[in-house]
């Protein structure tokens, strides 16, 4: 029933190849000012795409910072249940880039994969649907279900104006599930269904001390060196086995039932080999798996402040900056944990210095029943097109939009990725395995046709 | 008998200020190599004024990095005394450029100052002696001893070619003294004479984990995050207290004699006005000036890795790196100090990550005998000038030629600055007083005359 729509995908590799380039070569940076018209640009993109598949009501629909972009195709009648498809349309930053071995935005194809910033996370995943839903209407003329899809420019960002979009549009978005393909599976040969997913909290710390910035021999000794100051509040949040010491932490995290914790044991621990890391760090009594999936982290992402420059500059910096984050597991509360870190903060910071925390965006953890009907839907098209069972995994980044739907749309959530583990996610040298990017296609296929059949 | 020299100096204010800004709209600044045909270019103007002034042998004399400019004047006979006069054309970076309220090398007057990068650290300074040469020789034809100008390039990366530079040209460099106006005073009614400097050694700590960066939702809680490790570490060099806890770090430090106890404990204490801060830092059992002076410290200067650009990313950087420095004091052999925070580093670095200290430069700390005639002429110049006796400091900063000075020539040192301790030195909006400025040149004057008188 699906042969002439895996016929067609099967026989428009070049043309989707080309056409997947053309859109990772639009810098969408969110987080760059400079590139707000990047984001306009990219959009655009997506809008005469969507209209030429034969989607309905394509639009830019602007909120307070990058617009999501809607399309539809509801003719599959009322009875037909209606999947909402996610993806997004912003991508990470490029830095550093001398370490990209082709420019980030100029798609480059080498051995069997597709080298772009965007490949895998999410603009090479999203338009997997896209050339699904293509290939049915080019094909058979109708899907099997309706279909909406909501294309966000703002998740590399904390997905920071989508919820007031999504509760400004309940009845617009309205379904019966949503799809999401911003996941990685472990190999080629073994796809995975996200059925957890942590939640995150991004916040920035400031220490000040002098007015400006001071030179250390003058100064050395007898001005508290912020940079200092900054290592020791960070060097207390961790203790030397890698648990996170702010009081009350961990209060609210459940711990993993018996199946559960068996399902996260028995997962391929390819940790060392994915990173080249020398040895593994972390709770040693979790395992690995238990650790990035069921377990709340503390981060520090980069240190602002001081000379980073060519060569030296003996400076006493008047303030410093860490890029902070955490990753926090279901029934950890962002508000509750925000406050213990605050406070904290506030307690250990000496009065030699001045410290402030910004918290700059925030979602909570979530998970899914993996009986679902479109979780089960998924893994029959994985089964379908990667010849072999998903298995069911816990991960440790965050899509706020998956607690999104579920708070606000009441849905059950389906993550079907298609990307690798070492696909190089916001890192140099990003990347998508092209068997994988049209084995996703024919999967997506199946999955509309699975879930029709099942709903 | 300087009353025609100092006369010209009075008379010609607006010509020196204006040849001033010429020479600090030069953006020499050592430590990144785009600047280098700016190295080129200022040492070409300097031999062009040298010789409009009547120095004679006027050479730019290579080194391994950026030249020495040299030139002298020895028409004062056999007999008379020889004074080496050093100086560096040489600046720190700029960054960050946006905290200038004028171009850093767009020199610029507003009220008493002139705002310029150099303007007193130290181009403005080595000026200083190139006008009172200059309106000793139009006004009289001689100078009152011999003279002899050795200029360098590099001492903001640490001097790293002048030991093999001085060493190479002993019988050129040979003198009865140097003279060196590269220190502050500390208010415009109060000179100073620095008699003892801290030295530096400058290191870079890596600490390395993974291969690649690394998503903090995939690995968050299973690879060691540089930074986080990079912060224990640096958190673990200093006690709160402010004591540096390397072992053996203060044990070649000589305890202050009773009477410069009483002279550091003496001088202004104005280190919160100067720098802003709410409350001093550092070994509460020392005086400031002690600690500035006679302590050797630890500092960060900024760490590198990781997201430091707008917004966020959530990143676990494969490495992460500091650029430290240690100020060390007489007695303190920066090898050996060294040598004990490389043992130190390794012996506190977990096994999760991979550590390495490079050393890139280093001089040691300098005293200098209070009743050398050098110093004493000084001491009598700044009387003539500034109306009022020198201060006696040991100064908190590393003039590395200080050192290779006595050790390599043999010369006693006399420190006389013209500078202002909120001159900004190595920060933005870097000034000099211009009263400072012209009573220095004057100073200069009366230097020379003394110094012939009492040799």
Request: include cysteine; hydrophobic fraction near 40%.
């Amino acid at each position: 029933m699906s042969e002439q729509a895996i016929a067609f995908i099967r026989n428009n590799q070049a043309a989707c190849l080309a056409q997947l380039k053309d859109f990772l070569s639009i810098p969408s940076i969110s987080t760059q000012s400079e590139h707000q018209a990047d984001m306009q640009k990219t959009a655009a993109w997506l809008t005469a795409t969507m209209e030429a598949i034969g989607l309905q009501h394509v639009q830019i629909m602007p909120t307070a910072k990058h617009p999501v972009v809607y399309g539809d195709w509801l003719n599959a009648g009322p009875d037909a249940p209606t999947v909402l498809i996610y993806g997004h349309y912003d991508v990470q930053p490029v830095e550093p880039l001398d370490l990209w071995e082709s420019p980030p935005f100029e798609p480059t194809v080498r051995g069997d994969n597709l080298f772009a910033r965007g490949a895998t996370d999410d603009k090479g995943q999203l338009f997997v649907h896209l050339a699904a839903v293509n290939a049915l209407l080019k094909t058979e003329g109708a899907l099997p279900v309706n279909v909406k899809f909501i294309l966000e420019g703002e998740e590399e960002i904390g997905s920071v104006n989508l919820e007031a979009f999504i509760s400004g549009h309940l009845e617009l978005l309205q379904a019966d599930c949503a799809l999401v393909s911003d996941t990685p599976i472990p190999s080629p040969d073994q796809p995975a269904i996200v059925y957890g997913l942590r939640g995150l909290a991004l916040f920035e710390l400031d220490v000040r001390s002098a007015q400006r910035d001071l030179h250390s021999g003058q100064y050395g000794g007898v001005v508290h060196n912020p940079l200092v100051a900054l290592a020791h509040l960070i060097a207390k949040m961790h203790t030397e086995n890698g648990a996170v010491t702010i009081p009350g932490f961990y209060d609210d995290v459940v711990p993993l039932d018996d199946e559960e914790a068996r399902l996260l044991d028995e997962q391929p621990e390819a940790y060392l080999a994915e990173t080249g890391a020398r040895k593994l760090w972390g709770e040693a009594e979790f395992s690995p798996n238990a650790r990035t999936g069921a377990r709340p982290t503390f981060e520090v992402h980069g240190i602002v402040g001081g000379y980073t420059g060519e060569g030296s500059k003996t400076v006493i910096p008047a303030a410093a900056t860490a890029k902070l984050s955490m990753r926090l597991v279901p029934n950890q509360d962002p508000d509750k944990v925000a406050a213990q870190f605050i406070k904290y903060v506030h307690q250990l910071a000496p009065d030699t210095v001045e410290v402030a925390v910004r918290r700059y965006d925030w979602g909570p953890a979530a998970l899914i029943d993996r009986h679902d009907p479109a979780v089960q839907a998924a893994a029959a098209a994985y089964k379908k097109s990667f010849g072999r069972q998903p298995l069911f995994v816990r991960e440790g980044g965050s899509i706020p939009v998956v607690t999104m739907f579920q708070q606000h749309l009441h849905l059950p959530v389906a993550m079907m990725g298609f990307g690798l583990t070492d696909d190089n996610l916001h890192a140099p040298n990003e990347k998508i395995h092209l068997p994988n990017l049209y084995r996703g296609m024919e999967a997506a296929i199946h999955f509309l046709k699975e879930y029709a059949h099942r709903k």
